[in-house]
């Protein structure tokens, strides 16, 4: 069995920091790759070896796979960890990092292939017995059979593009005069982004809930699942808080979408980390909707409720090694909850805000995990992903964790550059969000950006206002706010600014 002893992390940022700590720990080399724009990079510096990839822009650095897996050979690793993003679900680099004798830390070529495809991923679930939303079997390829079809399953239906991903080519159709309209924009959509306009249809689910399932798989068939975790806050289809358990899920469903998400992973032969997507209606019906092949942006929150190191796993995966954990020894402890921090405002529709890190002072203390790739004084690219950290708290229950996560908030001081922080705390102090009653349509149902505790850009007049009204309410405190405004609240939250 081959003993991996130098991985070369193909990514930037805090999931490359996240992959080679893990190695570390493990008594594994390690090498970065950068581009221009990173060379003051934390990943860069973290590892024990380091070689710049190229110019900045992702097409000339952090996707050429030809360069990376060079880089690789000549430097002597054994193995190549794609993180997310980038080339973690290109099957093609997959192999070639196969070819030259390099290990691929991640699933075969074949597996990425197969849920690389909606249609080819719900093909092969079909052979199983998954719950899957009614809908078309294949790609769309006679409209008035689609339009048959869709009066069938009952209006709104969702066209959905078969190479899709961030909701690009997906079209709800409200009734059966909008068919044709929506059908020619998703195809068009299609074949702008991804090449290929095959199209699907699938009954519109109003409100679900997103929630997916984790996969671990070995190379001797052994699938096991580490519970879920729920994604249904998402702005534009992008994830901003996660955590783990849901709040909704029974045991008994809990354990039934377990077992889909582990027979899905067989349907596909798979091993390494994977993560199975599922919506879930208001009678808690689950449904599979696809499978990513990499390791997510959110895996810490399985990774704080079960104890699993999910890196050290795919690298034991990645050895050919059998798991050595049985789906009886996992439970779940406690409740984990993730806030993506982007450079971002949410006062302007969450444009990009990028710019330098003026104040960098990280959160800590009791359940607080920080998953970030800056320091104090570094510039945040334009070229790359806007995102800063991972705010992960963990408590005993879900009040601990979103409690943590306020503390943790309000601890996180940066400036130089609006953040979605802000944001994140609306989001925990939320009614909908602590009750639990919420879905994916969270964000556009609830947020206004003066919902804002602090409007960025106004924060002295806020907070000006925000002592005014204390003390309109509560004048026998005069005293007491008086004295302490100056060293503790205003000074800090001037401070982000
Ligand atoms: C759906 C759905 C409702 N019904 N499919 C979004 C991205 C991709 N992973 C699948 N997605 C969805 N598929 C059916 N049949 C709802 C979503 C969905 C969503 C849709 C519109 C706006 C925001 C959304 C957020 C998460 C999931």
Redesign the pocket.
Known sequence: MPQIKKILVANRGEIALRVMRTAREMGIATVAVYSEADREALHVRYADEAVCIGPPPSSESYLRGDKIIEVAQRLGADAIHPGYGFLSENAAFARAVGEAGLIFIGPSPEAIETMGSKLAAKRAAGERNIPM?PGTDGAITDRAEAKRISEQIGYPI?IKASAGGG?KG?RVVEKPEDFDEQMDRAVSEAVSSFGDGSVFI????TS?R?IEIQLLGDQHGNIIHLFERECSV?RR?QKVVEEAPSSVLTPAIREAMGRCAVEVGHACGYYGAGTV?F?VDDKLDFYF??MNTRLQVEHPVTEQITGVDLVRQMIYIAEGKPLTMKQEDLSIRGHAMEVRVYAEDPATNFLPDVGTLQTYVRPQGNGVRLDDGFEQGMAIPIHYDPMIAKLVTYGQDRAEAIAKMIRAIDEYQITGVQTTLPFGRFVMEHEAFQSGQFD?HFVSKYFTPDKLAFPPDDACTQLAALVTARLLKNPDRLKVVDSALPATKSQWKTRRR
């Open positions: 939303v969702l909701g997906m699938e009954k519109y689910i679900p997103h998402q289809h997507e919506i909707l696809e994916t």
